[in-house]
Every structure is written in structure tokens, then in C-alpha cells.
């Protein structure tokens, strides 16, 4: 039997005064989704207990793990995902281009508008690795798309992950990358959370690589050309999600004969880590072409593998932008465009399919929240338990499982 897992990053959110009191989700014409509802069983998901999970936390939770026993930094994640070369006893950091006042500590963008292009973040990745001069490490800034990174220092004496963010909206909370609802917009100095040498070596070589770069980025001919088109300039970086260790997880459901489709270096990082086989896709732009050669990518990858993980990010842009008519949109074309495709070709009566949400981001905070997840899972075996409609409410009445009780049902 043939097994789909597809997460829409952050398709999570509450009702909303812009769709009369719905959801993004709730609102949105999704009669793809709503058949598989219809005919398979409902619910919401817990991700992370309290914690508003970062998405690291939320695919290892829907993926079956409980992160609190097993969990691996976001910054090393990454840069496994893009082949970024890090090895155990690095600092790895996930980075953001940003945008600085002339202080160079108050923020204007943490995301440099949303529309620093990737070759300009490639431009910029130069000019760190060429220019910047660390005291007593050496590093590794790698672009990854638009004003995404990660960062990777080495040192001779050891470094501890045990520090904190200089991006002022997320924490560690409970040990695991966590979103904040409320921040003040402050470039942060990393400081360390333990009482250790390491730890206070690790910040402190943190907060000399992000002033450096910031001198380096003032100076930058990107900048001076995206000013001159009336453009936020990217002079600052963000980082969050230090770790120096990447953990073997448990090998559990048959990983090794999945493959993993994802817009993300992260999602194509912990894909890696479990064993799935990663599918080459085109760079995503959120449109109706991706979806749809997603999923051809789909049906083609279930000739070969077991099961496939199909992680979709476009929906968690609007949320983050606090833009509900925009993720209403998107959560339509991801059903119009991808479903609908896939549904045609997947013959389900010798397949499962699960769909989810690694997080929720609620379009009134902006930010991801610790608010349960709608989820569908339809197919072979699978009784049909469900709602009408693919949303929230709907799903509610299924009621609130934890989120590592969706690949059980898959595979039960």
C-alpha cells in the first residue's frame, strides 16, 4: 500500500474579521480536500504542547516524534539539507537577512521586504565569506532562498548550542525553537543559557560575526543598487536555532523507502535525516505551475517509493504578512492546482493519504501560534468519520489528538 503525507506549512489559523469570521482554511473553496474529508476521518493535531513550534518541531511531531525526547536545531538542519558541509562540534545557525536602521539595532524588516531575490543573497553570501575576519573561527554563510541562510562557525575549543537568538521573534522555549506573539522590533545580542565557557564562547562569536557583517553589508553593492531602486536594503542578519550536533533519529516507519518533496531547505534536511530519498524540484514560487508539477513530481515519486512526504510552504507566507484573502487564495490553489491533479491519478484504493499543517500562523498575530491543526487521512482501511468541510470548526468535532498519533493511523 502506497502512503502520502503532504504538510501545507502554517495552513493552521483562527477566524478572521477579513473572511467574516472564518478561518483562511474555512473559507477557502476546497472541494479536493473536502471529498477526501468527506470520505476519510477528521481532527485536530497538538503539536508541541504550549510552545508555538517553529517548523523544525512541527514536521518532527507530524512525522511521529515526540520533540521534546528528540529534536536537532534548526541551524544544523538546514545546512544539512543544502550540503552546506557541517560536521558535529560546528555552530550551526538558521539566518535572516534584514533590515537595520542606521543604529544597526532597530529593526524595520526582519525579512528585508520579502523581496531580496536569490541571486542578490548569493551576491551578498560572497562578499561575507571574502570579507568577514572572526578572531578565533573560521565560518561558512550559505544563502538559501531569498533573504533565508544559515551559518556555520568553527572554533579549535569547543562551542555549546546553549545560546540565545538574536532574532528578536522566536526563543527557545522549553528547549525547542518557539515563535514569539509579541516582540520589540531590536536586533538581539546572543547571550549564553548556560553557565559554561562554551556557551559564552558561542555568543560571543555570534554577536562578532553579526557586526561584522553588518559593516560589510553597509558597504554592499546590493544594497546601494536596491536603495537606488527604492528598495529596504539587506544590512543586518538574524540568527536563531543554534546546534552542534546532528542525531541520528529513530528508525521508525520505514523512512528509508519514502521520498520527500519540499520547498525548503529545512523539510529537505529532516526528510534526509530519516532516510527518504530527496526529489529535485524547481526553486518554488508559490504559483499554479509549482503546484501542479508538484504533483506530477507526486504520482511519479509513488512508482519508485513507498510513500512520499510532500511539504508545501505557501501558505505560511500569507499568514506571516497577516494577509488572510492572500492565504485563502493560496490554500485554493494548492486544492485547484495540486489536488485536484493528484487526485485523478492516485488510485486510492490501495493508498492512504494524510493531510496537515506543521504549525498554525494566525494572519491576526503574524506569527506561528501553539493553536491545534486541522488534519484529514483517507484511503484504504481508513472508515469514513468525517466532515463536510476541510476547516477548523469542522475538524474540531473529530477532536484533539497529538500529532504523532497521524502517522500511526497512517500506517495502521
Not at 478572521?16 to 473536502?34: I, R, S, V, W, Y
Not at 474529508?37 to 503539536?47: F, K, V
Not at 537568538?165 to 538581539?188: C, H
Not at 546532528?246 to 534526509?272: C, H, Q, S, T
Amino acid at each position: 500500500m502506497k502512503r502520502v503525507l503532504v504538510v501545507l506549512d502554517g495552513l493552521g489559523d483562527l477566524p478572521n474579521k477579513a473572511l467574516q469570521g472564518k478561518t483562511p482554511l474555512e473559507a477557502a473553496f476546497t472541494p479536493f480536500m473536502d471529498s477526501l474529508a468527506r470520505e476519510g476521518r477528521t481532527g485536530l493535531l497538538r503539536i508541541a504542547g504550549s510552545v508555538a513550534p517553529e517548523s523544525d518541531v512541527g514536521v518532527f511531531s507530524v512525522l511521529g516524534f515526540n520533540p521534546f525526547e528528540y529534536h536537532v536545531g534548526r541551524g544544523a538542519l538546514e545546512a544539512y539539507g543544502i550540503n552546506a558541509g557541517f560536521k558535529n562540534g560546528m555552530l550551526g545557525l538558521r539566518a535572516n537577512f534584514a533590515t537595520s536602521e542606521e543604529d544597526g539595532v532597530k529593526l524595520v524588516d526582519r525579512r528585508v521586504g520579502r523581496n531580496l531575490s536569490s541571486p542578490e543573497a548569493k551576491k551578498l553570501e560572497r562578499e561575507l565569506n571574502s570579507k568577514v575576519r572572526l578572531a578565533n573561527a573560521s565560518f561558512i554563510f550559505k544563502a538559501t532562498l531569498g533573504h533565508r541562510g544559515v551559518l556555520l562557525i568553527k572554533s579549535r575549543k569547543r562551542l555549546s548550542a546553549k545560546i540565545s537568538n538574536t532574532d528578536p521573534a522566536y526563543e527557545i522555549k522549553q528547549g525547542l525553537g518557539s515563535a514569539k506573539s509579541v516582540f520589540e522590533m531590536r536586533l538581539l545580542h546572543s547571550r549564553p543559557l548556560e553557565k559554561t565557557e562554551a556557551a559564552q564562547r558561542a555568543a560571543d562569536v555570534v554577536n562578532e560575526f553579526t557586526a561584522k557583517a553588518q559593516g560589510v553589508l553597509e558597504k554592499s553593492k546590493v544594497n546601494s543598487a536596491r536603495k537606488k531602486e527604492g528598495k529596504l536594503v539587506a544590512n543586518a542578519v538574524l540568527f536563531r536555532d543554534a546546534e552542534t550536533e546532528i542525531r541520528a533519529p529513530p528508525r521508525v516507519y520505514g523512512f528509508n523507502k519514502w521520498a520527500v518533496l519540499a520547498d525548503m531547505p529545512l523539510e529537505i534536511g529532516i526528510g534526509k535525516l530519516l532516510g527518504m530519498k530527496v526529489v529535485r524540484i524547481p526553486l518554488p514560487t508559490f504559483s499554479a505551475a509549482d503546484y501542479r508539477k508538484r504533483a506530477e513530481k507526486t504520482i511519479a515519486v509513488l512508482k519508485k517509493f513507498g510513500g512520499v512526504y510532500v511539504h508545501i510552504k505557501g501558505p505560511d507566507l500569507f499568514g506571516h504578512d497577516g494577509d488572510a484573502v492572500g492565504k485563502k487564495k493560496s490554500v485554493e490553489d494548492i486544492d485547484r492546482f495540486f489536488f485536484g491533479p493528484l487526485l485523478k491519478k492516485l488510485e486510492l484504493d490501495d493508498a492512504r493519504i494524510a493531510v496537515t499543517a506543521d504549525h498554525s500562523t494566525p494572519c491576526e498575530l503574524k506569527a506561528h501560534s501553539a493553536d491545534p491543526v486541522p488534519f484529514l487521512i483517507m484511503g484504504k482501511g481508513i472508515a469514513a468519520k468525517g466532515s463536510s468541510k476541510f476547516g477548523e470548526c469542522d475538524c474540531r468535532k473529530g477532536g484533539i489528538k497529538p500529532a504523532k498519533t497521524l502517522m500511526a493511523e497512517l500506517f495502521s
